[in-house]
């Protein structure tokens, strides 16, 4: 497959984490439900916050009684860690980077939207144009808006078929190691095992906010202590 | 709907949006991919995936080995299937069907 840098390229690229985003929204759609929410209210939260950990908050959140700027800015807070990933896809496009269209591609940056850039940029820096990002980020989208609507109307029929919601809940574990495996080289194991490690350690004695983002940024300065190597 | 939802969810999605967006707009390249800067954007991408791979499966955990068959052995085809196949989607849904199987089985 060559690398063009076209919607479609980005499209088929992001495609394993549209697939891994349906059933996330689903259980996003019936969380909502659960949570006194109607259906337009859950999608309308996925169309205009698209970052799941902190649309579930939102629903614990909303009517607690907490003043409104507190509750919002606690909940932007979750997404921290979404302020390296514009300039790690700009770094990894490096001589092919333009920020043209960058304040509206970026909007769709996700977890996993940010994955596939990056797993696409690593195999080929030819991939990058603002066409690219635009394929790469509306796939997952528009699968987490459908996953929502989904949940949110007929989400209650999947509880019949237990293995099948198991398998579903797996997904998205699976998709984040298949990526670390590909990503992975010999510079970059190292900062592997660190971010494992330390994530585990913040999650178990703070919460899993402090832990992702924290485990990502101690283990992407230890490629700084492991450097002097060959660049990735 | 009520307006305190319509709020946090604009609040929420405007802020979202600026984390992603800002620091993509202000950044500026070193044009060394040795300069340290370099170094640790191009170890974000495995550093948070890999975190990410942690903070979602640390709630699957659990000292009874029937519970996390399905997760161990799961994790084990998506590592068998993607040294096979070198591909993501077929490691993800291998990896998903044997964790739907085990899971029924166990």
Redesign the interface.
Same mark, same amino acid.
């Given at each position: 497959m060559s690398a063009l840098p076209t919607f479609r390229s980005g499209a088929r690229a992001s495609? @394993?984490i549209a697939?891994?985003y349906v059933p996330v929204g689903i259980a996003f759609g019936v969380a909502a439900i659960k949570a006194g929410? +109607?259906a337009?209210?859950a999608t309308?939260?996925s169309a205009?916050?698209?970052?799941g950990a902190?649309q579930f908050l939102?629903l614990a959140?909303?009517?607690s009684g907490a003043p409104?700027?507190v +509750?919002?800015?606690s909940?932007?807070a979750t997404? $921290? %860690?979404?302020? #390296?990933? !514009? @300039?790690?896809?700009?770094?990894?496009a %490096?001589e092919n980077?333009t920020?043209r269209h960058?304040?509206a591609w970026? &909007?769709f940056?996700s977890?996993g939207a &940010? !994955?596939s850039a990056?797993?696409a940029l690593?195999r080929s820096r030819d991939y990058f144009s603002p066409r690219f990002m635009f394929g790469i980020g509306a796939g997952p989208y528009f699968a987490w808006l459908i996953g929502t609507a989904i949940g949110a109307v007929a989400g209650g029929a999947l509880s019949a078929y @237990?293995?099948?919601d198991?398998?579903?809940g #797996? $997904?998205?574990?699976? $998709? #984040?190691? /298949?990526?670390?495996?590909?990503?992975?080289n010999r510079?970059?194991i190292p900062?592997?095992i660190v +971010?494992?490690c330390v +994530?585990?350690v913040l999650?178990?004695v703070t919460s899993?906010t402090v832990?992702?983002?924290g485990?990502?940024?101690v283990?992407?300065?230890? /490629?700084?202590a492991f450097?002097g190597r060959k660049?990735? | 709907m009520n307006t305190e939802f319509i709020i946090i969810t604009v609040l929420v999605g405007l802020g979202t949006w600026m984390l992603r967006y800002l620091p993509t707009r202000f950044m500026r390249g070193t044009g060394d991919p040795r300069a340290p800067l370099s170094r640790f954007l191009s170890a974000t991408g495995p550093a948070a995936i890999a975190a990410l791979y942690v903070g979602a499966v640390l709630p699957m955990l659990s000292p009874d080995l029937r519970a996390i068959a399905p997760l161990l052995l799961g994790s084990a085809a998506v590592v068998l299937f993607y040294l096979w196949r070198r591909d993501i989607s077929i490691a993800t849904v291998g990896g998903a069907i044997v964790y739907g199987i085990v899971f029924a089985v166990v």
């Open positions: 495609m @394993p697939i891994g929410f +109607t337009l209210e309308l939260l205009v916050v698209y970052a902190s939102v959140l909303v009517g409104i700027l +509750t919002a800015l909940i932007i997404n $921290l %860690r979404h302020v #390296f990933y !514009g @300039p790690a896809i700009i770094e990894a %490096r980077a920020k960058a304040w970026s &909007f940056l977890d &940010f !994955g990056i797993v690593n @237990p293995a099948i198991a398998a579903m #797996f $997904l998205m574990p699976a $998709l #984040f190691l /298949s990526m670390v495996l590909s990503l992975i510079v970059h900062v592997v +971010t494992v +994530t585990l999650i178990l899993p832990g992702i983002l485990g990502m940024v283990g992407a300065c230890s /490629s700084l450097g660049p990735a | -």
